[in-house]
């Protein structure tokens, strides 16, 4: 079974730092790994992402706070969330694109939330 599997989340002040997880259980040739948002009543918005050659961006409005990074294996991606505000309070999904027979696809996580007070 297909799966991505998300941990890290939580409250935490103004200031604060987290580190969310998201390890992929049968998901092999992945071109990339990313994580994406979805703050209270908004639409879901890329956060960051890493392709399977280490490229990585980041939105205007997290960059030089978070870090996405993987594991030795690429089976885990990370999102070093640093100087955290109460704006980036959301959902925070992981999403995999992946190659399987010569066809492309894509499996979200099921979300974790993190909640950031002033």
């Known amino acids: 079974q297909v799966q991505l599997v998300e941990s890290g989340g939580g409250l935490v002040q103004a200031g604060g730092s987290l580190r969310l997880s998201c390890a992929r259980r049968n998901i092999f040739s992945i071109n990339a790994m990313g994580w994406y948002r979805q703050p209270p009543g908004k639409q879901r918005e890329s956060v960051a992402r890493?392709?399977?050659?280490?490229?990585?961006n980041y939105a205007d409005s997290v960059k030089g706070r978070f870090t996405i990074s993987t594991d030795n294996t690429k089976s885990t991606v990370y999102l070093q969330m640093n100087s955290l505000k109460p704006e980036d309070t959301a959902v925070y999904y992981c999403k995999a694109d992946y190659t399987r027979d010569y066809k492309l696809y894509q499996n979200w996580g099921q979300g974790t939330q993190v909640t950031v007070s002033s």
């Open positions: 890493i392709t399977s050659g280490g490229r990585t």
